[in-house]
């Protein structure tokens, strides 16, 4: 399928609970996207992630700002990382 894969948190890692997630490791690279407009001013882009248990070599992102890439990780563990990059 073409869709982005989505499900309860502890399909993909016990860590989560019942938290709604996307996969990173999915079958082929997928693309989350969104449009927003914005006051001039300093943000902070807040996110949480980890990796698949079982699937960690391949739980990769990366994290784009205006076709910038700000962050790209491959997870070492499935522990839940938060991130906050100014933007």
Same mark, same amino acid.
């Given at each position: ?22 996969? =990173? ?11 927003? #407009?914005?006051? #001039? ?20 992102? #990366? ?21 906050? =990059?100014?933007?």
């Amino acid at each position: 399928s073409d869709e982005i894969e989505r499900g309860q948190g502890t399909v993909y890692n016990a860590n989560w609970g019942n938290t709604m997630v996307v996969e =990173l490791d999915g079958y082929h690279n997928d693309i989350l996207k969104q449009t927003i #407009s914005l006051e #001039s001013g300093q943000y902070v882009l807040s996110f949480r992630w980890a990796g698949r248990t079982g699937s960690l070599a391949t739980s990769a992102m #990366s994290v784009y700002w205006n076709n910038q890439k700000i962050f790209e990780v491959t997870a070492k563990d499935n522990t839940i990382h938060t991130e906050n =990059l100014p933007i």
